[in-house]
């Protein structure tokens, strides 16, 4: 049975900033692959006419004033309620043929979060340098968090209504793919890959992704995830570097005093004591926080089973 025959409540979801010359091929493409969606468009302060061209083509455009990607999601996840999500980019390098697809798979193998996962043999479109920041921060999440997607940063995305309303937007910017993610993997929910097209920007569209700036900010993100969901391995590495340093600057002074029996450089003593100190408090640091998540997680999780699941296929 087609996607279109079943009760479902879609909702398309396209945060948009200066995307004039795609959004409303964008709506056009995504009414006709689901036919009966309703497309919303949150323009992000942009200053040209996208808002104009997304409200001829026929999707509710409606506004957020804080700039960001993250905070345009955080405003859509809050204000639309639908059965399944359809998350997507405004700039026309998805295939919105291939929404019935992933909507299809999230049913049929009842997931909750179906990621459209990037093929392009265009160089334009999925530049090298894009490639490889993204397969160096997909693989370093997947080393720390567990391996379920290989396109972390994929912008296209379909969710059930139990993950859209269960998961906290914090980020600000292009940071929301890894913290959809990270959900994802950190409350252990069902979640697949999709390989879909990705094409090239229409002329005119131009790419609001800065390589360094949003790559740094990403890992910047990864890193207070882990220290957030992770607090014993990321103290540890703490407490390491410090008994470490602690060792360099003590293991002298106590082979000295073995020898001589004096201890001659006081200061560098205190200050080896002191670095064992502040490892030890590290790691105890790091065992506290680690309850703490843990009482976090199931609160997420609890809250995650209070909501009414997705109508899944038989």
């Not at 909750?112 to 894009?130: C, F, L, N, P």
């Not at 570097?241 to 003590?250: N, R, S, T």
């Amino acid at each position: 049975m087609g996607v279109d025959n079943q009760p479902l409540e879609i909702a398309v979801l396209i945060p948009c900033y200066n995307e004039e010359a795609s959004i409303g091929i964008v709506v056009n493409d995504f009414l006709q692959a689901l036919p009966h969606a309703t497309i919303y468009v949150y323009d992000n302060n942009s200053t040209d006419g996208t808002a104009a061209q997304a409200s001829m083509a026929g999707a509710i455009v409606r506004t957020e004033r804080q700039q960001g990607k993250g905070n345009v999601v955080r405003r859509m996840f809050a204000d639309i309620s639908a059965d399944v999500f359809v998350m997507v980019d405004g700039d026309n390098t998805y295939d919105a043929s291939a929404a019935p697809e992933l909507i299809e798979h999230l049913l049929t193998d009842r997931l909750d979060m179906v990621t459209g996962s990037r093929v392009s043999e265009i160089k334009e479109a999925y530049r090298q340098g894009h490639q490889f920041g993204n397969w160096l921060l997909t693989t370093l999440v997947a080393n720390i968090f567990g391996r379920q997607t290989k396109d972390m940063l994929s912008g296209y995305r379909v969710m059930s209504q139990r993950f859209v309303k269960s998961f906290p937007v914090m980020s600000h910017g292009f940071e929301i793919e890894t913290e959809l993610t990270v959900h994802a993997l950190e409350l252990r929910l069902p979640v697949s890959d999709v390989d879909t097209v990705y094409i090239n920007r229409l002329p005119g569209s131009e790419s609001k992704l800065s390589t360094f700036k949003d790559g740094w900010r990403i890992l910047r993100t990864i890193m207070t995830l882990v220290k957030e969901e992770r607090p014993i391995q990321f103290f540890a590495l703490i407490t390491a570097l410090f008994l470490i340093a602690a060792l360099v600057v003590g293991l002298p002074i106590v082979f000295e005093f073995i020898e001589t029996g004096l201890v001659p450089r006081f200061p560098s003593a205190v200050l080896a004591a002191s670095l064992v100190v502040i490892s030890v408090l590290s790691f105890l640091a790091g065992i506290i926080l680690d309850t703490v998540t843990l009482g976090r997680r199931e609160a997420k999780r609890m809250h995650y089973l209070t909501l009414p699941a997705t109508q899944y296929r038989q």
